[in-house]
């Protein structure tokens, strides 16, 4: 008799739904072939991480509490961001120290989201080598910082690895930040810059057709520097590259 | 005295008040010799310190042992500094409290001229550098010299360190040489062991002659009333030793309470810092010499100073960051410093402990860049050896900055506007589709915008954005059969 489907919220995040909703689409279709009841609350918006970091507090518990209200429910939540995941599971509980309504739920919910690939490796436990790419792909990594706070470590590249035909690269450097940290991109250019390009160099560096980057933040600045400087690599989520070896079209349901 | 021309720009405009951030790492941040000079030698102590630390059995426990005792010592340091005064004064030590950087410049120059003391031999000291002890002594007709041969190299280019424990990474062999051909009137040479040697045999004189020698102290034992210093080049060792008379100048904080607490620290401290197992030597020490002894000072005077550390310490939230033992391993962790080394903090403590502490001694309001500087990657808490949350406290710093109405009204008011529209879905997808609109028409069908406007035009500066995609997740999903 099969197991019951695990009842799973889909948090996709502000900058995954506006920038790149195919990795939305990769992460439900993924999951469901694992077995996953996949649900989308609508009314989810932001986790109130850019209004944490910026020392925005009220406002980022008021943000808080709705996600522990749409998402109080679920079995779990998965999110393709690391620092969403972060947010919900290491900051949430500074917001709510000592506040006797919400400690308990925003507990609750901290206890069951996590990041996409620590969700595969950690609760659904699965094996991609039995999945191979279309074509031969030379693919490297970006650790990228949040994992850090979620004691995540090489699981991303491991399950990369399994993937037939992926050709991996290792990226020197590779656990250093790529310089995004949300408004400090646009605060201080030149810093976030400077450490960008470092990033781009070690990119380049590895001939590689492919980054692999979980983190959508991280993404958008990787990416717009490797277009600004007319460099090559692509830069995917890592459920787009299993899509791909899963044969699941993530342009259409 | 030859100073590097940006070298001297850099120091005039950290010094400028209030201290102009953006300028300065504008300037370092495009400094290619500085980044080069910064990101590699950080990188090699780095990479040593990973190494290093993976030897031990269980490097995180060991971190979150000596964070406890740090804490421990912290939280009840008013009984450990009178503890520590009992001791040292039982070893026929004298204990000396310093308020404030003045204070403690007065006691020490009351100490010199009390003994009679002319010739000054320094080692390395934070403490020292954040009071400015040796200009003051040097302006009172002392003749004082650093002897680690870095701060050496400071000294005599009149320039400031750069790093809590390399103080020249931010200067290269070829300016040193220049530098050493100056002010010894000697041939140009960039060969480091001829370098070296020409500082040695200054230095032998300067020891020789010394009357006086000023250390600091990386711990303070309270038990026994003793101090820890570890270094590399012997020199600290030399101070403490041979003149008659001995002071060290401590910071209160660098309290511990017991020997077996100094074990835990010395098991981290180098490894952490330059990725060594130990550093070469390490000095236990406290009181003059013994009858008997045949060496060691005649008198020994512990200069506490506060300057600031007891009202961080009545902070609860941010006491912690006086855990720190001026390990540099935040430093040599952290993506910004590897990009605009230490003068661009503006502080004689550069990097993430320095984007902490320097807004807390000195005020937020004259240092509200540094904490918002960071891209809060983490990678400091995860190379600190006493774990000090230094991304949560950058946070915390933050939040003071927009409660203490520090930042611009309008950043605030972005904000409030923001969040408001976050907590409604419609709002939001309102706020979605507008920025679509915009932001495909001015990518123009390429998917990449170059330019973006007004406030958020720093990002373009360096880097295009992705154009926001046809249809939002949201809307697709509403397609889901």
Same mark, same amino acid.
């Given at each position: 008799?099969?197991?019951?489907? /695990?009842?799973?919220?889909?948090? *996709?995040?502000?900058?995954?739904?506006?920038?790149?909703?195919?990795?939305?689409?990769?992460?439900?279709?993924?999951?469901?072939?694992?077995?996953?009841?996949?649900?989308?609350?609508?009314?989810?918006?932001?986790?109130?991480?850019?209004?944490?970091?910026?020392?925005?507090?009220?406002?980022?518990?008021?943000?808080?509490?709705?996600?522990?209200?749409?998402?109080?429910?679920?079995?779990?939540?998965?999110?393709?961001?690391?620092?969403?995941?972060?947010?919900?599971?290491?900051?949430?509980?500074?917001?709510?120290?000592?506040?006797?309504?919400?400690?308990?739920?925003?507990?609750?919910?901290?206890?069951?989201?996590?990041?996409?690939?620590?969700?595969?490796?950690?609760?659904?436990?699965?094996?991609?080598?039995?999945? /191979?790419?279309?074509?031969?792909?030379? *693919?490297?990594?970006?650790?990228?910082?949040?994992?850090?706070?979620?004691?995540? /470590?090489?699981?991303?590249?491991?399950?990369?690895?399994?993937?037939?035909?992926?050709?991996? #690269?290792?990226?020197? #450097? !590779?656990?250093?930040?790529?310089?995004?940290?949300?408004?400090?991109?646009?605060?201080?250019?030149?810093?976030?810059?400077?450490?960008?390009?470092?990033? *781009?160099?070690?990119?380049?560096?590895?001939?590689?057709? !492919?980054?692999?980057?979980?983190? !959508?933040?991280?993404?958008?600045?990787?990416?717009?520097?490797?277009?600004?400087?007319?460099?090559?690599?692509?830069?995917?989520?890592?459920?787009?590259?299993?899509?791909?070896?899963?044969?699941?079209? *993530?342009?259409?349901? | 005295?030859?100073?590097? @021309?940006?070298?001297?720009?850099?120091?005039?405009?950290?010094?400028?008040?209030?201290?102009?951030?953006?300028?300065?790492?504008?300037?370092?941040?495009?400094?290619?010799?500085?980044?080069?000079? %910064?990101?590699?030698?950080?990188?090699?102590?780095?990479?040593?310190?990973?190494?290093?630390?993976?030897?031990?059995?269980?490097?995180?426990?060991?971190?979150?042992?000596?964070?406890?005792?740090?804490?421990?010592?912290?939280?009840?340091?008013?009984?450990?500094?009178?503890?520590?005064?009992?001791?040292?004064?039982?070893?026929?030590?004298?204990?000396?409290?310093?308020?404030?950087?003045?204070?403690?410049?007065?006691?020490?120059?009351?100490?010199?001229?009390?003994?009679?003391?002319?010739?000054?031999?320094?080692?390395?000291?934070?403490?020292?550098?954040?009071?400015?002890?040796?200009?003051?002594?040097?302006?009172?007709?002392?003749?004082?010299?650093?002897?680690?041969?870095?701060?050496?190299?400071?000294?005599?280019?009149?320039?400031?360190?750069?790093?809590?424990?390399?103080?020249?990474?931010?200067?290269?062999?070829?300016?040193?040489?220049?530098?050493?051909?100056?002010?010894?009137?000697?041939?140009?040479?960039?060969?480091?062991?001829?370098?070296? @040697?020409?500082?040695?045999?200054?230095?032998?004189?300067?020891?020789?002659?010394?009357?006086?020698?000023?250390?600091?102290?990386?711990?303070?034992?309270?038990?026994?009333?003793?101090? +820890?210093?570890?270094?590399?080049?012997?020199?600290?060792?030399?101070?403490?030793?041979?003149?008659?008379?001995?002071?060290?100048?401590?910071?209160?904080?660098?309290?511990?309470?017991?020997?077996?607490?100094?074990? %835990?620290?010395?098991?981290?401290?180098?490894?952490?810092?330059?990725?060594?197992?130990?550093?070469?030597?390490?000095?236990?020490?406290?009181?003059?010499?013994?009858?008997?002894?045949?060496?060691?000072?005649?008198?020994?005077?512990?200069?506490?100073?506060?300057?600031?550390?007891?009202?961080?310490?009545?902070?609860?939230?941010?006491?912690?960051?006086?855990?720190?033992?001026? +390990?540099?391993?935040?430093?040599?962790?952290?993506?910004?410093?590897?990009?605009?080394?230490?003068?661009?903090?503006?502080?004689?403590?550069?990097?993430?402990?320095?984007?902490?502490?320097?807004?807390?001694?000195?005020?937020?309001?004259?240092?509200?860049?540094?904490?918002?500087?960071?891209?809060?990657?983490?990678?400091?808490?995860?190379?600190?050896?006493?774990?000090?949350?230094?991304?949560?406290?950058?946070?915390?710093?933050?939040?003071?900055?927009?409660?203490?109405?520090?930042?611009?009204?309008?950043?605030?008011?972005?904000?409030?506007?923001?969040? @408001?529209?976050?907590?409604?879905?419609?709002?939001?997808?309102?706020?979605?589709?507008?920025?679509?609109?915009?932001?495909?028409?001015?990518?123009?069908?390429?998917?990449?915008?170059?330019?973006?406007?007004?406030?958020?035009?720093?990002?373009?500066?360096?880097?295009?954005?992705?154009?926001?995609?046809?249809?939002?997740?949201?809307?697709?999903?509403?397609?889901?059969?």
């Amino acid at each position: 008799m099969p197991a019951p489907a /695990k009842r799973v919220a889909l948090f *996709v995040t502000c900058l995954t739904d506006q920038f790149y909703p195919r990795v939305g689409v990769a992460i439900t279709k993924i999951l469901e072939h694992f077995g996953c009841a996949v649900e989308f609350p609508p009314a989810q918006t932001c986790c109130g991480q850019p209004f944490f970091n910026n020392g925005f507090h009220r406002e980022a518990r008021q943000l808080a509490k709705r996600m522990v209200d749409i998402f109080g429910s679920f079995d779990y939540v998965v999110t393709p961001s690391g620092s969403c995941c972060a947010m919900v599971r290491e900051q949430y509980h500074q917001l709510f120290g000592g506040d006797g309504d919400w400690e308990q739920p925003m507990h609750r919910l901290a206890m069951r989201t996590f990041e996409f690939v620590e969700f595969l490796d950690k609760v659904l436990k699965v094996d991609f080598s039995q999945f /191979k790419l279309p074509g031969a792909r030379s *693919v490297t990594y970006h650790y990228t910082c949040h994992l850090r706070g979620l004691g995540v /470590k090489d699981e991303g590249v491991r399950l990369l690895r399994q993937i037939g035909n992926v050709q991996f #690269k290792p990226l020197e #450097k !590779t656990d250093q930040c790529c310089g995004f940290g949300g408004t400090f991109a646009v605060k201080y250019p030149a810093i976030s810059g400077a450490i960008v390009d470092d990033k *781009v160099n070690c990119i380049a560096a590895t001939g590689a057709d !492919t980054l692999i980057c979980n983190d !959508t933040g991280c993404t958008m600045n990787i990416a717009g520097m490797c277009h600004r400087r007319g460099i090559d690599t692509s830069v995917r989520h890592i459920a787009e590259l299993m899509a791909d070896a899963m044969g699941i079209d *993530v342009d259409n349901w | 005295m030859q100073v590097d @021309r940006n070298t001297r720009e850099f120091l005039e405009e950290a010094q400028a008040s209030p201290f102009d951030f953006h300028t300065i790492s504008i300037k370092a941040a495009g400094d290619e010799r500085l980044k080069m000079a %910064v990101s590699s030698n950080t990188q090699r102590q780095y990479d040593g310190r990973q190494l290093r630390m993976l030897e031990l059995p269980d490097p995180d426990a060991l971190r979150e042992l000596a964070g406890q005792i740090k804490q421990h010592a912290l939280d009840y340091l008013d009984y450990y500094l009178d503890q520590l005064k009992s001791a040292v004064e039982a070893n026929g030590g004298q204990v000396h409290f310093a308020a404030d950087g003045a204070a403690a410049r007065g006691i020490i120059a009351g100490i010199a001229a009390d003994a009679n003391c002319h010739g000054i031999i320094k080692s390395k000291s934070m403490a020292s550098e954040e009071i400015e002890l040796t200009h003051h002594l040097e302006n009172a007709g002392m003749d004082v010299v650093e002897t680690d041969l870095g701060e050496f190299i400071i000294q005599i280019s009149d320039d400031k360190p750069s790093h809590l424990v390399a103080p020249i990474i931010h200067k290269d062999r070829a300016s040193i040489a220049r530098l050493f051909a100056d002010y010894f009137h000697t041939p140009y040479s960039d060969d480091p062991p001829t370098l070296t @040697r020409q500082a040695r045999v200054y230095l032998r004189d300067k020891f020789r002659r010394a009357d006086l020698g000023i250390t600091g102290g990386n711990f303070l034992i309270a038990q026994t009333g003793q101090v +820890c210093v570890v270094e590399n080049e012997g020199n600290a060792r030399q101070s403490l030793s041979t003149p008659r008379v001995l002071v060290s100048l401590i910071g209160i904080e660098k309290v511990i309470p017991r020997p077996a607490d100094l074990a %835990v620290m010395l098991k981290l401290m180098a490894r952490s810092s330059t990725g060594q197992r130990m550093t070469v030597y390490t000095s236990i020490f406290g009181g003059p010499r013994l009858a008997g002894e045949k060496d060691g000072p005649e008198q020994f005077h512990l200069v506490l100073l506060d300057n600031g550390r007891s009202e961080i310490l009545a902070n609860a939230e941010y006491r912690e960051t006086l855990r720190c033992i001026r +390990c540099g391993a935040c430093l040599n962790a952290c993506p910004v410093y590897r990009k605009i080394g230490g003068h661009a903090y503006g502080s004689v403590y550069p990097g993430p402990i320095g984007a902490l502490i320097t807004p807390l001694f000195q005020g937020l309001g004259n240092f509200k860049d540094l904490p918002q500087a960071s891209s809060l990657c983490g990678a400091c808490y995860e190379a600190c050896p006493v774990k000090i949350n230094i991304p949560r406290h950058l946070i915390n710093l933050r939040r003071d900055i927009v409660n203490q109405k520090l930042g611009g009204w309008m950043e605030r008011l972005i904000f409030r506007l923001w969040a @408001r529209g976050l907590r409604s879905p419609f709002i939001y997808r309102l706020i979605g589709a507008m920025q679509k609109f915009d932001l495909r028409r001015r990518a123009a069908g390429t998917g990449w915008v170059a330019r973006l406007p007004r406030i958020a035009g720093g990002w373009t500066q360096v880097r295009d954005m992705p154009a926001p995609a046809r249809r939002s997740f949201h809307q697709m999903w509403k397609d889901r059969p």
